[in-house]
């Protein structure tokens, strides 16, 4: 079994409030993801810590067990800047998996930088574990808001 302790920080706990997401909830569902992710008999226990930052992106950095969620968005509504977290979170979630169980090195297997994302090159945008971590999001950030959300 794997237990992740998520830390968010005050940042992102006020930003949920405000979106109507329950932080119980949250990390209940992404502890049951996490183990389908990679199944194991041994007790694994990690500390990840989710700081806001007033930006337009998301990252995880690999080695850190640290999440940088985006807390600027450019949706409107509730409902769409609540999805739109809620899938930045799940996806940087994705690489912490890829990091923590899978032990990808990201200095040999991410090596794209800033500018290839900003410009949606092929270097970032047809990485297999981009496309991995950009399937994860999909796949849960349906499922989490059709079950905690209308």
């Known amino acids: 079994m794997i237990v992740v302790n998520y830390k968010f920080d005050k940042k992102v706990i006020d930003k949920f409030k405000?979106?109507?997401?329950?932080?119980?909830?949250?990390?209940?569902?992404?502890?049951y993801i996490v183990n389908e992710y990679k199944a194991t008999r041994k007790l694994w226990v990690y500390d990840l810590l989710i700081e806001g930052k007033e930006q337009y992106d998301s990252g995880y950095y690999g080695g850190h067990n640290e999440i940088e969620l985006s807390l600027k968005s450019y949706k409107r509504t509730i409902k769409t800047k609540?999805?739109?977290?809620?899938?930045?979170?799940?996806h940087e979630l994705c690489h912490f998996c890829q990091d923590n169980l899978e032990y990808v090195s990201f200095d040999k297997k991410m090596n794209y930088s800033e500018e290839d994302v900003e410009n949606g090159r092929d270097k970032y945008y047809k990485n297999a574990y981009e496309i991995e971590a950009r399937k994860f999001e999909e796949k849960y950030t349906k499922i989490y808001l059709d079950m905690y959300h209308d």
């Open 82 to 90: 609540r999805e739109w977290i809620i899938s930045s979170f799940f």
């Open 18 to 31: 405000k979106l109507k997401i329950d932080v119980k909830k949250l990390k209940l569902f992404s502890n």
